[in-house]
């Protein structure tokens, strides 16, 4: 048997893909909803890059109530940095997406173009993340942590008392998975 050649998909998944196969359980309207989110969570890529974009480039959105917008002129005013990945170990790392630590003070933005309720637990584990890599006591820095979503901005200024238990955690299951993983090897 020739096989026809579809080189142009390989490493792509379909939307209707057998990978991932639960869509033969649904109806036409939960497809649909699914398939809603699954074009929200494209644009929202989208966004992510051309706001990281306009940062990097110091192009400024005009003044506005919209997420876009606040997002990228706040991170552009307080001097930021796009995409920055946070790194403990190969087992635990993240991408704020922006960040800044200037004069004792941490600032770490997210952008929510989803209708999802965000979480401030995520920007958390970033600052621990932080402290982690470039060895900062929480005690000894101030935090500002925001979320824009929906035309808002959420701010949050966590303490050592909000951090220090993450970043235990962090190390705490780090060494349970690397030991997992060498007596796996």
């Known amino acids: 048997m020739n096989f026809n ?12 893909g ?5 869509w033969i359980n649904y109806d036409e309207a939960k497809v ?6 699954f074009l ?34 706040d991170a552009i005013g307080f001097k930021m940095i796009p995409e920055q990945v946070l790194y403990f170990s190969e087992n ?6 922006t960040i800044t630590f200037r004069n004792g003070l941490l600032r770490i933005h997210d952008l929510k173009t989803g209708v999802t309720p965000a979480h401030m637990e ?7 993340l932080f402290c982690l890599e470039y060895q900062k006591k929480p005690s000894d820095i101030d ?11 959420l701010v949050h200024n966590p303490t050592a008392e909000d951090i220090v238990p993450i970043m235990d955690k962090i190390i705490s299951f780090d060494k ?5 993983k060498t007596e796996e090897s």
């Open 176 to 180: 349970i998975i690397s030991k997992l």
């Open 92 to 97: 635990c790392f993240g991408t704020a997406d």
């Open 143 to 153: 935090m500002e942590l925001r979320l824009y979503q929906s035309n808002e901005v």
């Open 18 to 22: 057998a990978s991932k196969y639960h």
């Open 40 to 73: 929200a969570a494209q644009k929202g890529t989208i966004l992510h890059d051309f706001a990281a974009q306009c940062i990097k480039l110091g192009q400024k959105l005009p003044k506005s109530q919209k997420t876009l917008n606040m997002y990228v002129n």
């Open 32 to 37: 649909a909803d699914s398939y809603t989110k």
């Open 5 to 16: 050649k579809h080189s142009n998909l390989e490493g792509q998944h379909a939307f209707l």
């Open 122 to 128: 995520q920007l958390e584990i970033y600052a621990a």
